[in-house]
């Protein structure tokens, strides 16, 4: 079995190295680099590139698609609900629910500007524990910080006091990285929120999600087990990509191929 994975750039590799630890099937990863960040698309955008992409996959022979996006999670999954021939994962849900196990009830959100706006966290909040108070916070240099590999520099970690202050003058007792990106960034994080503060990255629940769905891909040989096959693909610069990608997760990737998406100029 294959499944497809996807994202703007490199943010959803925080998603993919999750599902490489807990399931042993094929991957098939795809960076839309030629369209990031998605957090400044539109809606209309965000759910053109899905199609194009949920295509590529099926094409490819893919049985399940995971969208290691927040942004288009919460702004195109909602519309396509039962369109799609083969399960469709989404991250908001895995979120909420990784964020409420550990917080008391004062939760920051980071995310990028079309997920804030979508008001899909605030939803999803508010339906699973209506008394918790939730902060929402955009945080738009971050996404082309990451993709420039900038991910311990002294600009980095300015953007993400700016961002982040507010929140913590809020009293919050838990960060969730709203976007798959924030991960990268978490050591400077860490230090900037302090041991009071429970920062939640979501992408351990979303693997552990869809290895439940498909338990026959549960990982027998336990988590540092890496012999997934990965296909890595991008709209955009293969090289500036695997380069990119070699640096945030400190290992050496397979060659990066270029998928030109039908109907596209660039
Ligand atoms: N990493 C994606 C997200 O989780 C998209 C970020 C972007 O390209 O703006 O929202």
Same mark, same amino acid.
């Given at each position: 079995?294959?499944?497809?994975?996807?994202?703007?750039?490199?943010?959803?590799?925080?998603?993919?190295?999750?599902?490489?630890?807990?399931?042993?099937?094929?991957?098939?990863?795809?960076?839309?680099?030629?369209?990031?960040?998605?957090?400044?698309?539109?809606?209309?955008?965000?759910?053109?590139?899905?199609?194009?992409?949920?295509?590529?996959?099926?094409?490819?022979?893919?049985?399940?698609?995971?969208?290691?996006?927040?942004?288009s999670?919460?702004?195109?999954?909602?519309?396509?609900?039962?369109?799609?021939?083969?399960?469709?994962?989404?991250?908001?849900?895995?979120?909420?629910?990784?964020?409420?196990?550990? &917080? $008391?009830? *004062?939760i920051?959100? @980071?995310?990028?500007? /079309?997920? !804030?706006? %979508?008001?899909?966290?605030?939803? #999803?909040?508010?339906?699973?524990?209506?008394?918790?108070?939730?902060?929402?916070? &955009? $945080?738009? *240099?971050?996404?082309? @910080?990451?993709?420039? /590999?900038? !991910?311990? %520099?002294?600009?980095?970690?300015? #953007?993400l006091?700016?961002?982040?202050?507010?929140?913590?003058?809020?009293?919050?007792?838990?960060?969730?990285?709203?976007?798959?990106?924030?991960?990268?960034?978490?050591?400077l994080?860490?230090?900037?929120?302090?041991?009071?503060?429970?920062?939640?990255?979501?992408?351990?629940?979303?693997?552990?999600?869809?290895?439940?769905?498909?338990?026959?891909?549960?990982?027998?040989?336990?988590?540092?087990?890496?012999?997934?096959?990965?296909?890595?693909?991008v709209?955009?610069?293969?090289?500036?990509?695997?380069?990119?990608?070699?640096?945030?997760?400190?290992?050496?990737?397979?060659?990066?191929?270029?998928?030109?998406?039908?109907?596209?100029?660039?």
């Open positions: 079995m294959t499944i497809g994975i996807y994202d703007s750039g490199l943010g959803g590799l925080s998603v993919w190295r999750e599902l490489r630890r807990y399931t042993s099937t094929r991957l098939l990863y795809y960076g839309d680099t030629s369209h990031v960040p998605y957090g400044e698309k539109t809606p209309t955008q965000l759910e053109g590139y899905f199609w194009n992409i949920v295509g590529f996959f099926l094409d490819q022979g893919c049985e399940a698609v995971v969208v290691a996006c927040n942004t999670s919460a702004l195109v999954l909602p519309k396509v609900a039962g369109k799609v021939s083969v399960p469709v994962f989404g991250i908001i849900e895995s979120a909420v629910g990784a964020t409420l196990e550990v &917080s $008391a009830g *004062r920051g959100v @980071l995310a990028t500007r /079309g997920t !804030v706006e %979508s008001g899909a966290y605030q939803a #999803a909040f508010q339906q699973a524990r209506p008394d918790a108070r939730v902060f929402m916070r &955009s $945080a738009p *240099r971050l996404v082309p @910080l990451v993709e420039q /590999g900038e !991910v311990h %520099s002294d600009v980095t970690r300015q #953007a006091r700016e961002y982040v202050d507010p929140l913590l003058a809020e009293g919050i007792d838990t960060l969730l990285l709203g976007c798959t990106h924030y991960p990268f960034v978490q050591g994080l860490e230090e900037i929120v302090g041991p009071d503060v429970r920062i939640v990255n979501p992408a351990p629940a979303l693997a552990l999600e869809v290895a439940q769905l498909f338990p026959n891909l549960a990982k027998r040989q336990g988590p540092e087990d890496k012999t997934n096959e990965t296909q890595f693909w709209s955009g610069d293969p090289e500036a990509f695997k380069t990119t990608a070699e640096l945030l997760l400190q290992e050496q990737l397979p060659a990066v191929r270029f998928h030109h998406m039908a109907g596209e100029t660039t």
